[in-house]
């Protein structure tokens, strides 16, 4: 028989899935002796909208085909087994888990059986199998995965019924109350609702979206990280969120009937610039500038109009850079260095900032070039080779 375009990619996926799920079950019989379910959830790109999400603004996110997997078994009895192969390292506990230190993998999960608590379901003993090739540290939202993928793991097997929404707002509560970050929903949506090919225009306050083509013709989305994550990351993120809240309440005090500063133009942030602090303008400017500018890459994208895409991202990356302060000296070297280099379709800082990765648009034949001529002048400059990925998209969480 012969198979058409669509159908041969989707028996490679199939393929590929299983493959992936034999691979899992095997090593989940390696630690442990009953049957497991397998599942996984992805990291995630974000193409623009940084720092709008926690700003009831817009997003532009989408999954990526590197993900975390599990294998789980759930039990009548006696304590239950974790095993995080990436780390070599295993955890046993009973009854109600003790929360573990900042950054530990099993918080993650920990996080997730709270969330479910708080909705009156008591998760049982259970062995468990986490194995993920999202690298940690690059912003590519390893934690949201793995705290996704528990979410939908604990849902389908105790037929808990939650939507894939309610399953997103579990995940981020996990990380919020339990984890102790105050981020936004952005990772966690793009891992349970991602599509392959496809990005997701989110609209953060309303949770409605939908689904963004992405097509690229001769180009591909490139990462490359700083290999650096400083220390000022999770304390910046808080001061911005409150900088941001600042800046609402001073609006209401104006009389603005204002609930987020996606409420605002940027006409008006300019009228009201004499009751500002300058600090507070700037960070209210780059959030409502933001949102205008993911509008206008999702126009530019859709119309292939590549120089809009290009200046859309480079004015993104200058705004979180100058207004916003949250690139770092490593992300500006490796913008200013690529910005300008043939087949090169735009970049800018990705995620939280103060390291991790610039996401850029470049044309396929220009990868290894951009590489080459970037990875020693980084060298010398930071001491670190850089990393680069080619970010393929990827499906939502789902059972393998
Ligand atoms: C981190 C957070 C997200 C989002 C981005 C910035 O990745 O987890 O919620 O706020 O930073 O856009």
Avoid at 96 to 102: F, M, R, T, V, Y
Avoid at 249 to 255: I, M, Q, R, S, W
Avoid at 286 to 297: D, G, L, M, P, Q
Avoid at 356 to 369: A, H, K, T
């Amino acid at each position: 028989m012969i198979m058409n375009r669509l159908s041969t990619i989707s028996y490679i996926r199939d393929m590929e899935k299983r493959g992936k799920k034999l691979e899992l079950e095997n090593r989940f019989l390696s630690h442990f002796s009953s049957t497991p379910t397998c599942f996984q959830a992805p990291g995630r790109i974000n193409l623009i909208g940084e720092h709008t999400d926690y700003n009831g603004g817009f997003v532009m996110p989408a999954g990526i085909d590197l993900s975390c997997c599990i294998a789980i078994a759930l039990k009548t009895e006696g304590p239950s087994h974790m095993v995080a192969e990436d780390f070599s390292e295993s955890f046993e506990f009973s009854g109600k888990p003790q929360k573990q230190k900042n950054g530990h993998w099993a918080n993650y999960v920990f996080g997730v059986m709270e969330c479910f608590a708080s909705r009156s379901i008591q998760i049982p003993p259970f062995d468990l199998l986490i194995q993920s090739d999202i690298p940690i540290g690059a912003g590519l939202s390893s934690s949201a995965a793995l705290e996704s993928v528990v979410a939908v793991a604990f849902n389908q097997l105790l037929h808990c019924d939650f939507s894939s929404m309610e399953l997103t707002r579990i995940a981020k509560q996990a990380e919020n109350e339990y984890v102790g970050l105050q981020c936004g929903i952005m990772d966690m949506f793009a891992s349970i609702h991602s599509k392959q090919d496809h990005a997701m225009l989110l609209d953060c306050r309303s949770l409605d979206f939908k689904y963004v083509p992405l097509e690229l013709g001769n180009k591909l989305i490139l990462l490359i990280d700083t290999c650096i994550k400083h220390e000022l990351s999770t304390s910046a993120y808080n001061d911005r969120r409150k900088e941001c809240q600042q800046a609402v309440e001073l609006f209401k005090k104006l009389g603005g009937p204002i609930q987020d500063l996606r409420d605002v133009n940027l006409e008006t942030l300019i009228d009201s610039q004499a009751h500002f602090n300058p600090v507070i303008f700037a960070r209210a400017k780059h959030v409502i500038s933001e949102n205008a500018r993911v509008h206008a890459f999702a126009d530019a994208l859709a119309k292939g109009d590549w120089t809009a895409v290009k200046s859309n991202l480079l004015a993104s990356h200058e705004s979180l850079k100058t207004d916003y302060e949250v690139s770092c000296e490593e992300l500006d070297f490796i913008v200013d260095f690529i910005r300008d280099l043939p087949g090169v379709w735009g970049c800018r800082m990705m995620g939280g900032g103060f390291g991790g990765c610039v996401i850029s648009i470049v044309e396929e034949d220009q990868v290894d070039g951009i590489m080459n001529a970037l990875a020693p002048v980084y060298q010398k400059r930071f001491g670190i080779i850089p990393k680069h990925y080619i970010a393929k998209t990827g499906d939502g969480a789902c059972e393998l």
